[in-house]
């Protein structure tokens, strides 16, 4: 019998960004497998569904803003935008009776808000916290104005379908939120512009000494913030089958957790969209374990902060230890 003289054996490893969301699906099966234990219907199937599609909703919300902060920036206005445009868009429905208006309504009005940011950035020179600060203000204040103290709703069941209609028996803003994901991850990691995008939030004179059309490409990524605002607004509207000045506001926090807690650096130049979509998920479960274990509503901001906070915390941690191997 021959033996081998030696044995190679070499174990697998894997890149720190596929580590960390494999770290993140874990922790995301072991909250489930515990909620699961005390109450068994949260593994029911519809439950479930019902889970994944308040986390795109969400994640529809957070993925502009991770793009925005990967490419070293940062958009306040996303939950304001979504609100002017839902409104915008459900004005447009209710007026011609022609669901196709007011979705071109939202998105033109999505984009055109997300342009605004990038403009002032970059002709004004102001910082990104700043400007979408002020644009959440702005585009806020026209929402009331617009909307006079009124709600607009019964939108028609073919706009509806966006929201609460199922294809394949998953509710279809899961769909749009796989679309979408899809979208942004090729245009990250597969275009020379996703590669720019690492490059500016990582180091902006770098990339700008190194001949990246720095302006240019800060205008582009808050444009696509601007649009996927504009998308999720749709399905918002699809949902709730009204539009009044406050929807967008309690969205914006949830949508930084969530990009946070995700794994992108809020100092720019790392993180994915996948990891979006799982601390959006994230965000989910930890909300409905709540409700599943009868925990006040008063508690559920106490709970998310510290979640965002550890996030936070881990980011810091994780940017000085790359400073100092550097």
């Given at each position: ?38 109450d ?8 479930l569904?019902?889970?994944l ?18 490419g ?20 447009a429905?209710?007026?011609?009776g022609?669901p ?35 644009m ?22 073919s ?39 690492y ?21 582009l ?6 649009l ?9 509207l ?21 990009v ?14 996948v ?10 479960i ?24 550890v ?8 940017s ?7």
């Open positions: 019998m021959t033996v081998p003289a030696t044995l190679d054996i070499r174990p697998s490893s894997l890149s720190p960004d596929a580590a960390a969301l494999l770290g993140r699906f874990v922790l995301i099966a072991l909250i489930a497998g515990a909620l699961t234990a005390v068994p219907g949260f593994a029911s199937v519809s439950n569904l019902n889970m599609r308040q986390a795109s909703l969400l994640f529809l919300v957070a993925s502009g803003l991770t793009l925005v902060i990967i070293g920036g940062l958009d306040l206005s996303v939950g304001a935008n979504l609100t002017l445009s839902a409104c915008l868009a459900a004005a429905i209710k007026t011609t022609n196709w208006y007011g979705v071109a309504v939202a998105i033109g009005a999505g984009t055109l808000i997300g342009y605004a940011n990038g403009l002032m950035i970059n002709r004004l020179q102001l910082p990104p916290f700043l400007a979408t600060f002020g959440l203000w702005v585009a806020q204040g026209i929402a009331y104005w617009f909307m006079a103290g009124q709600t607009i709703y019964g939108m028609p069941m706009f509806r379908y966006f929201g609460t209609g199922f294809f394949l028996g998953v509710p279809l803003p899961i769909w749009i939120t796989l679309v979408v994901c899809l979208a942004c991850s090729i245009l990250l990691h597969r275009t020379t512009f996703g590669r720019e995008a490059f500016m939030g990582a180091n902006q004179t770098a990339a700008l000494l190194s001949g990246v059309p720095v302006e240019r490409r800060r205008l990524l808050y444009v696509l913030s601007g996927t605002a504009g998308i999720a607004s749709l399905v918002y699809a949902r709730l089958n009204a539009a009044e000045p406050g929807i967008g506001e309690p969205l914006l926090l949830p949508a930084i957790a969530a946070l807690v995700g794994g992108t650096s809020l100092f720019g130049g790392n993180g994915n969209i990891g979006t979509v799982l601390g959006a998920i994230l965000l989910t930890i909300v409905n374990g709540l409700n599943l274990l009868n925990v006040a509503a008063t508690w559920h901001p106490f709970v998310n902060g510290a979640v965002v906070l996030a936070i915390i881990a980011d810091l941690v994780i000085r230890r790359r400073s100092g191997s550097e």
